[in-house]
């Protein structure tokens, strides 16, 4: 830290990011990426006129992708905001929605850039605890008077709260925004974009890193009433007018033609889950119910950090935390079957050297 740093950030804590190994024989387990390419419309899309293009600045509206997304959801462009990533798109509704009239409230195991956003911009945030099976209740967040941000399905434990659920935290909650963050909806739970017709509060926040396999071209965008998107529009342009870069859009706006062949991979990561976890279980795994792409176990033979130590030694990277609550657990991302099934075998291995050492004891 030098001398010239702002106080107010001097005791932030920021964000910590899961591994990104530049070695490419790690089974990567560990960040909730799609283990398919992009389909072949954004391939084709970067073309060299595409990148020519470049020594232009990007279209700060976004029209032509905004309209795709409008129409794919049935909304108007208006209802539509864009950034780089949905990580973007919290900062602008933290920034926006919170202060210290408008305390925050999330679910104490939650993605953990939620706090980090508090902690920015200095507003006071409950942190609302989990059932002992990680069950978020709806009744801790109805008439609240707080801006609520809410994971659904919830990061990193994959659970899902109904979306009659979603809409009384949200019908309750009328003078404050409720932000339903909804980077894993397309892995198996039910949407609450068609709220926004009903309630001026909602904003939810979408993104093309995970099932859309865009990770790593940064782009989110959020559905609510257009006085809210404007809020949003608002800050970005006092901020970062061109966060969405040119390329980004234009192979969003081609993702989005070809959203049968996300949608196919959806379901085989969904399919790819379901076995996964019956491996799991047979091997003596509590495996929380997931609709996300990764899911959240334990083992009382083994601790959370012997398990991830052990999986690395043998190139396999999966996540996990230091939080008391969940430093028994370890969160793996379903990756593809050749992967799942390393992943599998070196988990038996692994086991069996236990009950070895154990037997040696
Ligand atoms: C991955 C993730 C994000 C961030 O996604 P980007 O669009 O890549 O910034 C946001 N929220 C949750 C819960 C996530 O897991």
């Known amino acids: 830290m030098s001398k010239f740093l702002n106080k107010r950030y001097m005791k932030l804590e920021s964000y910590k990011p899961g591994e990104q190994p530049k070695n490419p024989v790690y089974v990567k387990l560990n960040t909730n990426e799609s283990p398919y390419p992009p389909g072949p419309m954004v391939i084709e899309a970067i073309n060299k006129e595409l990148l020519n293009n470049l020594r232009l600045y990007s279209d700060p509206t976004s029209s032509r992708l905004k309209e795709k997304l409008a129409e794919k959801y049935g909304v108007k462009s208006e209802n539509i ?10 900062n602008f509704a933290f920034m926006a929605f919170s202060d210290e009239d408008r305390p925050v409230m999330f679910p104490e195991i939650t993605y953990g850039f939620y ?8 507003v006071p945030y409950t942190k609302v605890p989990l059932s002992e099976g990680f069950e978020i209740d709806r009744k801790d967040y109805t008439a609240q008077n707080k801006m609520i941000v809410i994971a659904n399905p919830n990061a990193p434990t994959g659970r899902v709260l109904k979306l009659f659920e979603i809409e009384e935290i949200v019908r309750t909650n009328p003078e404050n925004i409720v932000v339903i963050d909804e980077a894993y909806i397309d892995f198996g739970a039910e949407s609450c974009v068609d709220l926004i017709f ?3 509060n909602l904003l939810v926040v979408r993104t093309f890193s995970k099932s859309r396999s865009l990770a790593g071209a940064r782009l989110g965008f959020a559905v609510g009433s257009a006085s809210v998107i404007s809020d949003l529009e608002k800050l970005k342009y006092s901020t970062n007018p061109y966060n969405v870069n040119s390329v980004t859009e234009y192979i969003g706006i081609a993702a989005l033609e070809e959203d049968d062949y996300y949608i196919r991979n959806c379901e085989r990561i969904m399919e790819t889950r379901k076995r996964t976890v019956s491996e799991l279980e047979k091997l003596g795994f509590n495996v929380i119910p997931s609709q996300a792409n990764f899911i959240f176990v334990s083992n ?5 950090l012997e398990l991830y130590t052990m ?13 008391e609550k969940i430093r028994e657990y370890v969160r793996i991302t379903i990756g593809n079957e050749i ?3 390393k992943f599998i075998t070196a988990i038996r291995e692994i086991l069996e050297e236990q009950r070895d050492e154990r037997m040696c004891v």
């Open 115 to 122: 706090k980090v956003f508090a902690e920015l911009y200095g």
């Open 311 to 323: 999986l690395k030694e043998r190139g396999i990277l999966i996540r996990r935390w230091d939080d």
């Open 300 to 304: 009382d033979e083994i601790s959370g």
């Open 198 to 200: 009903k309630y001026d």
């Open 81 to 90: 905001f864009v950034a780089n990533g949905s990580d973007d798109i919290l």
């Open 339 to 341: 992967e799942m099934n």
